[in-house]
Structure formats: structure tokens, C-alpha cells
């Protein structure tokens, strides 16, 4: 099942059953990245990486440090959406397809300056 992306009047589909979400946090400047899955009609978080700590993004406490990078499972339960803030006062999401990663912008156009990002499940073209 595809991944419908939207906000406000924009909207997208990704044809991807799996992507990575990533971003760079707005005040440590540190990547983090989820790997997500489309699964019938929710996203399912199955890993997670965070490269540092600090200002409320510490890794859980069974995180293995590999290469500089703190890797997890998230205990995050399948959600039938994801609502993301997108703002200019931080940095943009990126979202990652084939090891492709490309700000989600880039999907959306007319993208408004301030919105609420919508990640779900689509069928047809619509969010389920």
C-alpha cells in the first residue's frame, strides 16, 4: 500500500511500502532517523537511529551504540496516521525511499510555510 503525504491543500503519493523519516534536531543539530513500514492501514515504526543526546532526545535505555550512531527499536504502537510539524523556525523532514532521501518539500508542492505534515496509509490515492 502506497504512502499519502499532505498538508493543507497539498498532497502527494509516494508509491513506497517502507521509507525512513528523517530530520535534524532544531537545537543539538543531530540526525535522527525512524524506519517505517505501510502495513494495511497503519505506519509501523521498526527502527530507529539517533546520532548523540541531549535537549530531550536521549536514546531508550537498551539502545546499542554502533559507529558513532545509538540505534533502537521504537515502542511506538502502529498509528493510522503520523502528524508532523513543518515550520521555517526548524529544518525540514526528509523522507527516504530506496536510500533516496529528498526533503518532503520536494513531494509536496505548495507546500505552506507553516503546516501540519499528514503521513497515512492511502488506498486509490486518498488516505485510507
Known amino acids: 500500500m502506497p ?3 499532505s498538508a493543507g491543500a497539498a498532497a502527494a503519493v509516494v508509491a513506497a511500502n517502507a521509507f525512513t523519516l528523517a530530520w535534524t534536531h532544531s537545537i543539538e543539530k ?3 532517523e525512524e524506519d517505517w513500514l505501510v502495513e494495511d492501514a497503519y505506519l509501523s515504526v521498526v ?3 539517533i546520532q548523540g543526546s541531549g535537549a530531550g532526545m536521549e536514546p531508550p535505555a537498551d539502545a546499542v551504540l554502533r559507529g558513532g550512531t545509538w540505534h533502537y527499536r521504537s515502542k511506538v504502537a502502529p498509528l493510522p496516521r503520523l502528524l508532523l510539524s513543518h515550520s521555517p523556525y526548524a529544518g525540514s ?3 527516504c ?3 533516496s532521501c529528498r526533503p518532503v518539500g520536494d513531494y509536496l508542492a505548495g507546500l505552506p510555510r507553516e503546516a501540519t505534515l499528514v503521513l497515512a496509509p492511502c488506498a486509490n490515492g486518498e488516505p485510507e
Open 3 to 5: 504512502l499519502c503525504l
Open 30 to 32: 543531530t540526525r535522527w
Open 47 to 49: 527502527a530507529a537511529r
Open 93 to 95: 523532514y526528509e523522507l
Open 97 to 99: 525511499v530506496n536510500a
